[in-house]
């Protein structure tokens, strides 16, 4: 209200003070409303202080000139009409050394009650009050703290910057994507809500199984005793409830629908479990959470495919109570109605892995169970030949289909938005189709050696590249389907036949039939044509099926798919993939990122883009490059265009200078006088498309923004008579003159013309922690591989180089915010910007797992440090307060020793000789020793699942598998920094 109509509703403001305690009383006269009907305001906003006495109090702003001034100041009883303010003049003098505190305390929706109650303790003992304050900021800061514990924030090294950054990094990670509160266990009361308001005809004709279940319970019981039921509903249902809290609604903050609040407790004082945002912001939160709570892993991707769509998308908006969709406002430019599958498919890997690794077989179990759904978004993606028609208007929003989901969220509950099978209930698929679906999907746009075609999705991570979208083409996400596909390839494997609906069957069909079909292309290069053909052929068995899914739905038929048939499929794709991602590759050993495909002249071109940071993640991410093939793109990403010297960090892409705004509009002219339209319209001095200055340089109206414009400037002149033939000649060749002169067809968007967030000379921290995390990968795949020392010694020099530009390894003057904490970008004119507002937090958390060597592999917990540091060994004894599974108690470390924790239990490491070795000190305090640097899986498991079984594990460390101290890195054994001379050209 006030941010809509703040005008109108200062004028209902009165602020009071209560002279005798120094209470302020904000409230309104009345509710501010225009209906014939008297509508008063029963609630206050209250404001007092401690500490100081003495002291004056304003309630406005209106004096605080004469404060500056000087001149003094009078106290106000009573504003009205103003906004509101709690202003404290008082004065004192400060012994050297001493110190001097004092609390101004704000509360809002209060009664006549609570006000006189405060008042009461204000006059009658406020040391009381005082007291109550600070016992109350103390449990504020401890409840706070144990959330920050229970994601496993808490870290205890030498370089405090360094756990200072973790601590944050997890705190923000936990605001953006929520926290299991109370680790496995649910209440039931909350899950009865949860049914509620999704499926109340599932909750009745399902109230025995409810009926049975105790007050709280372990999630992993649900689960079980859902899978036993025989009821899909009840298991989806069940095993997408993830009782999340402290997250708040987010996403980008210009958005209207966004409000930034972390609700904690509900009215009645019971926690408040919620979670709501954007597709791409929720589900990568996720990722690292789940490295705290395995357990919830399947949960999170249960959420994540029962989102998607039949057609292989996803909705906007992700909540605990369901899906959420834009709907058209055309007055409105922030809806944009279209499908925002960006990290579609990496967010989702990622969590699949997760998965794999932590729980070896759980995947498996859930291939062939019909306990999936479809989201049934009201958008159709139009036909093939009418993308090709018009690639930047592919998707109608059906508003028939949009207000009947809406009156059967009203009958059942927001499964009303999910896809019906033809009984007229929730249609039921497995997980290999969901994830077969968006394969085909991707693949069905897969434009061979240039990407994947974006005619009804954003970039893959870049929104502000969203001028892209239908003209653009993917590497990025070809290198995600790229690690995807190798994943699926390991995962069904051993599978010898699935079961498929008869619909994506035929889509799986037609899809085999044209890759197979274009194969010998593989051999060589593709030209125009065949690149074409291949599209049309792909293209056109994506509109089939999407044809078929709008107009008849899922006929709930099904057929058998042979294993072999898949691995074949999965093959031919891979090698498709690979082909385009080389295809890629500069000359300089950089990747393009996006590219622009043309379909002139029956064929399907491709010109490629400046080179973009994320291209080089991408790559780097999917697992195609060897070693070497990275160091070399490392080496040249550190001596391109990319690099940002005074930051030692890197770009989102290379920084340029805009022509000003003088030059920027000047139309050469020998191009107007060579125009018969433009040369008649100067004669009769008609300004409609161009105008000339006193100079004699022509320039088109001003109030043109795109080739839109004046087509319907040039469709108004074509109404006159005398104009009519001329604009018929010549308008086309005006439009060209206008994107020639502007270049409109290399617009990417919001990224091409603005100087902060993804901007122009910015560097966006989140791409720079995705580009740490991706080199990390790198390294530990080349550790695996067995590749050779030095191949290693560099990927790990490449590694620190890259996280030597982060925050917390610099002074706040030179990162321009305080270090340890993440911020969204740094802009070339100014120091970083938008504390939190960025998913860095996620890759940050993730990276210094794996800095502590940290591995989760075939369901076995194992420790093996080799990218950290020794200087962050202790060099002297500490005493540190740990919040455990068990409560809160002190742990006594040792120098040589670090310690973090791991699904809450206390890891410590102390550096030895060889061999490694692990010992596990059990809740009932039996110790037991592992030799190596991995637990077996019986008590990796004890330790995902938070039983508290386990209370601390010690590892020795041997210290030659470390990085040097810091000091130490001048030695001839430290790897060389990646520092190439930059050539003339890169500058």
Not at 397 to 420: P, S, Y
Not at 733 to 738: C, Y
Request: with cysteine; net charge negative.
């Amino acid at each position: 209200m006030q941010t809509n109509l703040s005008n109108l509703l200062d004028a209902y403001k009165r602020s009071e003070l209560e002279p005798s305690t120094g209470l302020g009383i904000f409230a309104l006269s009345a509710s501010l409303s225009d209906l014939p009907e008297p509508s008063e305001s029963l609630m206050a906003t209250t404001a007092w202080q401690t500490g100081l006495e003495d002291a004056q109090v304003l309630l406005s702003s209106v004096q605080l000139e004469a404060f500056r001034r000087g001149t003094g100041v009078t106290e106000e009883t009573d504003v009205r009409g103003r906004r509101g303010a709690y202003l404290v003049r008082a004065a004192f003098e400060l012994a050297a050394g001493g110190s001097k505190e004092w609390s101004v305390i704000a509360d809002v929706n209060q009664d006549s009650c609570a006000i006189v109650s405060l008042r009461n303790a204000l006059k009658t003992d406020k040391e009381a009050l005082e007291t109550e304050l600070r016992s109350d900021i103390a449990a504020g800061a401890g409840a706070l703290a144990a959330i920050v514990a229970s994601a496993d924030g808490d870290q205890w090294t030498r370089d405090q910057p360094v756990g200072a950054h973790h601590r944050s990094s997890v705190l923000f990670n936990v605001m953006r994507g929520g926290v299991f509160m109370d680790g496995y266990r649910i209440s039931r009361f909350d899950l009865l809500e949860f049914f509620h308001a999704r499926n109340r005809e599932v909750l009745r004709a399902h109230r025995s199984f409810f009926d049975v279940l105790p007050e709280t319970l372990s999630y992993q019981h649900l689960i079980a005793a859902a899978s036993e039921s025989g009821s899909p509903d009840l298991e989806r249902l069940c095993c997408g409830y993830l009782p999340l809290a402290f997250s708040r609604r987010h996403g980008d903050p210009s958005r209207p629908w966004n409000r930034f609040a972390i609700k904690v407790r509900r009215p009645d004082g019971r926690l408040h479990l919620d979670y709501q945002g954007n597709w791409r912001d929720i589900f990568q939160n996720w990722e690292a959470l789940a490295y705290a709570f395995p357990g919830f892993t399947v949960g999170m991707i249960a959420t994540f495919l029962n989102a998607t769509t039949a057609d292989g998308y996803n909705p906007y908006r992700v909540t605990r109570d369901g899906v959420e969709w834009e709907v058209p406002e055309p007055s409105s430019p922030w809806s944009n109605i279209g499908y925002w599958s960006d990290h579609q498919i990496i967010y989702l890997q990622k969590l699949l892995e997760v998965s794999a690794t932590f729980h070896p077989g759980e995947l498996d179990g859930l291939l062939e169970r019909n306990v999936f759904s479809h989201a049934n978004v009201p958008y159709r993606i139009r036909p093939y030949e009418a993308m090709l028609e018009n690639p930047y208007d592919t998707i109608v929003f059906d508003w028939e289909r949009h207000q009947r989901l809406a009156e059967a969220v009203e009958v059942k509950g927001t499964d009303g938005r999910l896809l019906t099978g033809p009984e007229g209930g929730v249609l039921h698929v497995t997980m290999a189709e969901k994830l077969l679906v968006l394969l085909l999907v991707k693949l069905a746009n897969l434009v061979p050696e240039g990407g994947i075609w974006m005619n009804t999705q954003r970039p893959e991570w870049n929104d502000a590249n969203n001028a892209l979208v239908g003209k653009g083409l993917s590497v990025v996400t070809a290198c995600y389907l790229y690690r995807f596909v190798a994943f699926l390839q390991a995962l069904l494997e051993e599978r010898t036949s699935f079961v498929l609906t008869r619909e994506v069957k035929t889509f799986f069909d037609a899809v085999h039939a044209g890759l197979r079909v274009h194969e010998s292309c593989l051999t060589g290069a593709f030209d125009d044509r065949e690149r074409r053909a291949f599209m049309d052929a792909l293209g056109g068995a994506g509109s089939a099926y999407r044809t078929s899914l709008y107009d008849a739905g899922f006929s709930g038929e099904t057929v058998e798919l042979d294993g072999s048939s898949l691995g074949r499929f999965l093959d031919l794709a891979q090698a498709y993939l690979e082909h385009t991602l080389r295809a890629n590759r500069r000359a300089d050993a950089l990747f393009h990122a996006y590219n622009l495909l043309s379909l002139e002249g029956g064929g399907a071109s491709i010109r490629h883009l400046y080179e973009m940071l994320e291209g080089q993640v991408a790559i780097l991410s999917s697992g195609l490059l060897s070693g070497q093939e990275s160091l070399d793109l490392l080496t040249s990403l550190r001596s391109s265009r990319l690099y940002r010297d005074d930051q030692q960090s890197y770009l989102l892409y290379p920084d340029r200078d805009l022509p000003g705004f003088l030059s920027k509009n000047r139309i050469p002219r020998e191009r107007v006088r060579g125009s018969v339209l433009l040369s008649a319209l100067l004669e009769r001095g008609d300004s409609t498309l161009i105008v000339c200055d006193e100079n004699g340089d022509y320039h088109f109206n001003g109030a043109f923004k795109n080739a839109k414009s004046v087509r319907r400037a040039l469709d108004d002149l074509g109404r006159q008579q005398a104009l009519t033939g001329l604009v018929a000649t010549d308008g086309e060749g005006i439009v060209a003159l206008f994107e020639q002169l502007f270049d409109h067809a290399s617009f990417t968007g919001r990224s091409g013309a603005f100087f902060a967030y993804e901007g122009l000379g910015s560097i966006y921290w989140h791409m720079v922690s995705k580009l740490l995390l991706a080199v990390q990968e790198t390294y530990q795949r080349a550790l695996e591989a067995g590749e050779s020392s030095a191949t290693l010694r560099a990927l790990k020099a490449a590694y620190y180089e890259v996280r030597s530009g982060l925050g917390f390894n610099k002074t706040p003057a030179e990162y321009g915010a305080f270090p340890a904490d993440p911020y969204s970008h740094t802009p070339a004119h100014a120091g970083a910007q938008q504390p939190g507002m960025t998913g860095q937090v996620k890759e940050d958390v993730l990276a210094r797992l794996g800095e502590l060597g940290v591995r989760v592999r075939g369901g076995c917990l194992g420790f093996a440090p080799s990218l950290l540091h020794r200087a962050e060994f202790l060099d002297e004894p500490v005493s540190v307060a740990v919040q455990g599974l068990s409560g809160a108690f002190v742990l006594e470390l040792e120098p040589g020793s670090l310690a973090f924790t791991f699904c809450q239990v206390p890891v410590v490491y102390h550096l030895g000789g060889p061999p490694a070795q692990i010992t596990v000190t059990r809740s009932d305090g039996s110790v037991g020793a592992f030799e190596g640097s991995t637990l077996d899986a019986a008590t990796s498991r004890e330790v995902f699942e938070r039983t508290g079984a386990v209370a601390r594990i010690d590892v020795t460390v041997p210290g030659a598998a470390l990085e040097p101290r810091v000091e130490d890195r001048q030695s001839k054994d430290e790897p060389t920094p990646l520092r190439p001379e930059r050539t003339e050209s890169a500058r």
